[in-house]
T-cell receptor, first 115, second 115 residues
Framework: AQSVTQPDIHITVSEGASLELRCNYS??????LFWYVQSPGQGLQLLLK??????LVQGIKGFEAEFKRSQSSFNLRKPSVHWSDAAEYFC?????????????FGSGTRLQVQP | NAGVTQTPKFQVLKTGQSMTLQCAQD?????MYWYRQDPGMGLRLIYY???????DKGEVPNGYNVSRLNKREFSLRLESAAPSQTSVYFC??????????????FGQGTRLTVV
């Protein structure tokens, strides 16, 4: 079955430390890939997206993500986390090979940043 | 610079009451979506509209109806609210068709409580 998996429900990192959030997908053809962030009580903001081309994608707020076809993964990274990065992060996909052009989301990873 | 606007932002309903959530976008997008967000489950697609005049069921359509009133507006109706419909509802829009897709933009959400 088609799915998006974020294996880490909750992650805590210290301010200034590096961050990697994992995302794996199970689709026949590589879907369009996205990372969204949601601050408490807010809507969703797009961090970055991958459609094709260079497998390392740069986004806003210093985030980047790497697409690895062999691992069906699209992990989000940041070299140095700031306290303001505390939020919930969602990996999402849109399939290329079906008629439904709608986002399917992972269950999310909540990031806590320690001072 | 409004983007996607949802009303209301908060609502409390009694079991069995009905209500309509309103959504409007000003980006001239062809596709619009309704999602619900529940803790630990990410966002799940309720209904979507690929273009004006069309609507299709998503992952969790039971208990909901939608209307694509025109290109700008897409409403979600709960005919007889149930406690299981307590959730945060998000509307989104994107430009999408067979073979291509652009990023989705989200509203700020409607927090609905059914008692």
């Amino acid at each position: 079955a088609q799915s998006v998996t974020q294996p880490d429900i909750h992650i805590t990192v210290s301010e200034g430390a590096s961050l990697e959030l994992r995302c794996n997908y199970s689709y026949g053809a590589t879907p369009y890939l996205f990372w969204y962030v949601q601050s408490p009580g807010q809507g969703l903001q797009l961090l970055l997206k991958y459609f094709s081309g260079d497998t390392l994608v740069q986004g806003i707020k210093g985030f980047e993500a790497e697409f690895k076809r062999s691992q069906s993964s699209f992990n989000l990274r940041k070299p140095s986390v700031h306290w303001s990065d505390a939020a919930e992060y969602f990996c999402a996909v849109v399939p290329r090979d079906t008629g439904r052009r709608a986002l399917t989301f992972g269950s999310g990873t909540r990031l806590q940043v320690q001072p | 610079n409004a983007g996607v606007t949802q009303t209301p932002k908060f609502q409390v309903l009694k079991t069995g009451q009905s209500m309509t959530l309103q959504c409007a976008q000003d980006m001239n997008h062809n596709s619009m979506y309704w999602y619900r967000q529940d803790p630990g489950m990410g966002l799940r697609l309720i209904y979507y509209s690929a273009s004006e005049g069309t609507t299709d069921k998503g992952e969790v359509p039971n208990g909901y109806n939608v209307s694509r009133l025109n290109k700008r507006e897409f409403s979600l109706r709960l005919e007889s609210a149930a406690p299981s419909q307590t959730s945060v509802y998000f509307c989104a829009s994107s430009e999408a068709s067979e073979g291509w897709y652009t990023e989705a933009f989200f509203g700020q959400g409607t927090r609905l409580t059914v008692v």
